[in-house]
Nanobody, 120 residues
Framework: QVQLVESGGGLVQAGGSLRLSCAASGRTFSAYTMGWFRQAPGKEREFVATISWGGSRTNYVDSVKGRFTISRDNAKSTAYLQMNSVKPEDTAVYYC?????????????WGQGTQVTVSS
């Protein structure tokens, strides 16, 4: 089992920055691909970014490319999402997830989510 706890959400003005953290406990953190997802009111949960177990490969949804950066610190068992130049459409509950190392990731564990609200 892996427990994931997100933090760092809050209210931010458009154009501002926020850094989300995802602290993991339980099984070996470095064994998993880590991902960030988000769900806006009335919408389905969508993929935001992933990072490979070693941190060498990242992937982003087009809408956040150049603005968001995913990273991880395996020594601290923590993944991060640095959000810059945020927009009102980034408003959502953000979830982190831990998944398989395969290219087609199976997501095994999810956090409870942290709210991000971007004001215009």
């Amino acid at each position: 089992q892996v427990q994931l706890v997100e933090s760092g959400g809050g209210l931010v003005q458009a154009g501002g920055s926020l850094r989300l953290s995802c602290a993991a406990s339980g099984r070996t953190f470095s064994a998993y691909t880590m991902g960030w997802f988000r769900q806006a009111p009335g919408k389905e949960r969508e993929f935001v970014a992933t990072i490979s177990w070693g941190g060498s490969r990242t992937n982003y949804v087009d809408s956040v490319k150049g603005r968001f950066t995913i990273s991880r610190d395996n020594a601290k068992s923590t993944a991060y999402l640095q959000m810059n130049s945020v927009k009102p459409e980034d408003t959502a509950v953000y979830y982190c997830a831990a998944g398989s190392r395969s290219d087609d990731v199976t997501w095994y564990y999810w956090g409870q989510g942290t709210q991000v609200t971007v004001s215009s």
